[in-house]
């Protein structure tokens, strides 16, 4: 199964939903992009991964123009920004599933809060994105 997570930047939530994925199911292939890719993987969004055990520091953000001519089982979209501006594909894409999360690279505040927000998130990636996975493994199709 061929599941294309997309973001704008593919620098945070994007890559945190890639290692979860793959973590879940190792046979998955799993790629990660941005509709305007950053220079590099979030440093939170790797050391809040790495407290888990699941390791993306090898990660880089990847332009999904590289993609458009794949063919994918699921395009998901992880922030609304992608979402609308998600191109077309010219490869078959089954299903496009939108799972709309909050971007904790944006939260300013104390060192502590901005380490907060990036742990809620990645739980709710995880939390969402399991489900996701859960429902595929099942043979459903529902947004999530």
Known sequence: MRILVLCTGNSCR??????F????????EVCSAGTHPAGQV???????MQEIGIDISRHTPKDVKQ????????????????KETCPNFVGKVKH???IGLD??????????FVTNEFRRV???IQERFHDFYLNIRSDKHEEI
């Open 14 to 19: 994007s890559q945190m939903a890639h290692g």
């Open 21 to 28: 994925l793959q973590s879940f199911d190792n046979t998955l």
């Open 42 to 48: 979030n440093p939170q969004a790797v050391a809040t």
């Open 67 to 82: 993609y458009l001519n794949q063919e994918w089982d699921y395009v998901i979209t992880v922030c609304g920004n992608a």
């Open 96 to 98: 496009r599933v939108h």
């Open 103 to 112: 971007d904790p690279s944006e939260v300013a505040g104390t060192s502590d």
């Open 122 to 124: 990645r739980n709710q």
